[in-house]
């Protein structure tokens, strides 16, 4: 069996797995929905009082908004085994019987669980993402493939985050939540435009962490606004593979930790 | 009566509160990274608007968020952690057996949870975003000192009985948990309310205006907004008695309907296995 096959079989299983119990996947699934729905009423109170943020108006805000929002979504429903791996392998020790298994440990952790209640951010993402595009007046024909690359360029940022946060747990053995300031952070700081941030801010989310590489400079050509920094538009076709380096990066970080493992006794 | 148990109860989850260093510090990153977030949100948004007459200026904005960020752990964001595991394996029993009154009993362990978890953090980072960011400078990004001694002690009046509201809202989660068998549900409702009826999201003086007056009526005002508000001596609608008044008026009600609703739960409880 490959390990794509195996993957399907063990997605498959962490589906039927959540559907046993509807009531509580329901209810998941709305509070997810409403959740992040509440957050985009906080922006939207802020555009009610002031008319915009710093200049930009509702619509490519709410692009912005949805763009990271349904990115951050798709990592969030792949990599669930990489958010909990500290506490569920690395200190309990069960990452030893992975290891024993003759297939990727990436793979097998993909596998733990595929996350059906993030759909709820999806579709809010989504829904935001459309209304913005509807709001904003010149969006270009580029967002016809720009849209999946930026979206897929942001989902493998998000999904190196995690995988980058479970190789931490080599090390500091159990999760720590201050890694969340990447995950959920990252995701508040990608709402809002890269310009009103302080300079070393800006700089730490393009060539850091290339969060406004997927999600800001993308936007900009989607909507063909030029960029008040001065960024030529072509950065932003571009700037969704940055997403794939850092992955890259996080994968080979993680591929270290795995070789200098030493187990926690089981 | 004796209140020894109560007493106990809240030291036992004080110190669990207290035992992990690292999560606090931990905490005072997350805590500093989404305030300076919100920080540069508002400064950029107050900069480019500059005759928009807005209910609080940047500074109190400002000086509001670090006081929210620094007093998260306070919120309600869902039952204990220790009932929610008892409910679900049924080890729920033991506190039902215990010979003291069980609201006391599991609100002096909710209490001493929030506060264990808040009071460090909220010292830390009082600390660093006010006295110390003034020092290098970032005195414009700072957390402000209090509008004058007066606020300062009707703040803190404010802030325990906010600190005893958040309580009682643990208990009603503590009560749902007890119900569903399981604690992920308080989570899911209980965090996307707090955050956002407590002001955390966004100052509650910054909603549309229509939505102000509800939003400062209602329970979760009283457990930060309310305090913060007497703290930086912005006046509030009917004045500081008004506020004080809708404090403790939540306090009651949800006491009161709490413990109601909790005898009727676990007098029709079925405990299954343990």
């Given amino acids: 069996m490959n390990a794509f096959t195996l993957y399907r079989r063990m997605a498959g299983a962490s589906i039927k797995a959540q559907l046993r119990y509807p009531g509580t996947f329901a209810l998941q699934l709305v509070g997810n929905f409403v959740t992040t729905l509440l957050s985009f009423f906080g922006i939207w109170s802020l555009f009610h009082r002031f008319g915009s943020i710093a200049g930009w108006d509702i619509g490519a805000v709410a692009v912005l908004y949805g763009l990271v929002n349904v990115s951050f979504s798709v990592a969030e429903t792949l990599g669930r085994g990489f958010d909990v791996f500290g506490s569920e392998y690395v200190k309990t020790g069960s990452f030893d019987r992975l290891l024993l298994r003759p297939r990727s440990t990436l793979v097998l952790l993909l596998g733990h669980e595929l996350r059906l209640r993030s759909i709820g951010r999806f579709l809010q993402g989504a829904f935001v993402l459309g209304a913005g595009f509807w709001l904003s007046p010149h969006v270009s024909w580029n967002t016809v493939w720009l849209l999946p690359w930026a979206v897929m360029g942001g989902a493998v940022m998000f999904l190196g985050i995690l995988i980058g946060q479970a190789a931490l747990c080599f090390i500091t053995v159990e999760g720590l939540e201050v890694v969340n300031v990447l995950t959920y952070g990252g995701v508040e700081a990608g709402q809002y435009p890269l310009t009103m941030f302080a300079r070393w801010l800006r700089r730490f989310l393009t060539w850091a962490l290339p969060l406004s590489a997927v999600c800001y400079y993308p936007a900009l050509a989607m909507l063909n606004h030029p960029d008040p920094l001065g960024m030529p538009v072509w950065f932003g076709l571009l700037s969704p593979a940055m997403g794939f380096v850092f992955l890259a990066l996080m994968v080979l970080w993680w591929r270290r930790g795995v070789a200098g493992y030493v187990s926690s006794g089981s | ?274």
């Fill in chain 2, 1 to 274: 009566m004796t209140i020894r148990p109560y007493v106990t109860s809240f030291v036992l989850q004080w110190k669990i509160g207290l035992r992990y260093r690292l999560a606090v510090l931990a905490g005072l990153v997350a805590q500093m990274w989404f305030g300076a977030i919100s920080l540069m949100a508002y400064a950029a948004v107050y900069h480019h608007a500059p005759d928009v007459n807005a209910p609080m200026t940047l500074r109190q904005a400002m000086t509001y968020t670090w006081i929210q960020q620094s007093f998260f752990t306070l919120l309600p964001l869902g039952c204990l952690p220790a009932i929610g595991e008892a409910a679900k394996s049924g080890a729920i029993v033991y506190d039902l057996l215990r010979p003291v009154d069980l609201w006391n009993w599991w609100l002096s362990a909710s209490l001493a949870r929030l506060l264990g978890n808040a009071v460090p953090r909220a010292i830390l980072l009082a600390v660093v975003a006010g006295p110390l960011a003034a020092l290098v400078g970032l005195n414009g990004w700072s957390l402000a000192p209090p509008a004058s001694f007066e606020a300062a002690l009707l703040a803190v009046v404010s802030f325990v009985l906010g600190a005893f509201i958040s309580a009682s809202i643990v208990m009603w989660w503590n009560i749902i948990a007890a119900r569903t068998l399981s604690p992920l549900g308080t989570y899911a409702v209980g965090t996307p309310l707090a955050v956002l009826l407590s002001g955390m999201l966004l100052p509650l003086p910054l909603y549309p205006d229509w939505a102000r007056e509800l939003l400062l009526l209602q329970p979760f005002a009283g457990i930060s907004d309310i305090p913060i508000r007497l703290y930086m001596g912005m006046p509030i609608p009917g004045g500081i008695l008004a506020a004080l008044g809708i404090q403790c008026f939540w306090l009651l009600a949800l006491t009161v309907i709490g413990r109601f609703w909790m005898n009727r739960t676990v007098s029709r409880m079925e405990v299954q296995g343990a």
